[in-house]
């Protein structure tokens, strides 16, 4: 089997409070497939956002959308606010791509209802975890969705 392409969202104009926590995800994230979207977690991209990427705005998210179609699995942090993410989601649920939201309670914060509101599930979930949880959230989530995969066998 090749190798599951994993599309991480994260916020960035959104804030990048949680970016450190952003590379634990990504890293991870690596040892279940490609990471399409490594770059959300990087030290580089403030909250401006990219600038390398050409055509701007749009270059990023035609960019994104593609990786989006590529992906057989969506991984989103969703504590931290973010108007990309909640596009992110909309778009990938419409794709019917199978997701997992993931929101830190610890934070005080009441995630948005269009985002808890939306888990069904079965190919939508949204688990409250907290930080130094993460690896065996992200291990539960993996074996469970993709139990044939070779790359998750011990
Ligand atoms: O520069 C960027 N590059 C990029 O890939 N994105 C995508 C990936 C993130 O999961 C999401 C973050 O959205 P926002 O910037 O609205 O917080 O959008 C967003 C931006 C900036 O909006």
């Known amino acids: 089997m090749s190798a599951l392409q994993v599309y991480f969202c994260g916020s960035i104009r959104g804030g990048r409070q949680d970016r450190a926590l952003y590379a634990r995800i990504v890293d991870k ?36 959308l593609k990786w989006l179609e590529q992906a057989d699995v969506v991984i989103a942090e969703v504590t931290q606010p973010s108007l990309g993410v909640g596009y992110e989601l909309g778009r990938s649920v419409a794709m019917k791509k199978k997701i997992l939201c993931l929101f830190r309670p610890s934070s005080g914060r009441c995630l948005s209802a269009m985002i808890r509101g939306a888990e069904d599930n ?24 993709f139990p044939d995969d070779l790359t998750l066998q011990p």
């Open 122 to 145: 079965k190919r939508f979930f949204v688990k409250d975890y907290q930080e130094q949880d993460i690896e065996k959230i992200l291990e539960e989530y993996f074996r469970a969705t």
């Open 29 to 64: 994230l690596r040892q279940y497939g490609r990471v399409l979207t490594e770059h959300v977690a990087s030290e580089g991209i403030r909250e401006r956002g990219e600038d390398a990427v050409q055509d701007g705005d749009k270059g990023v998210h035609d960019r994104d």
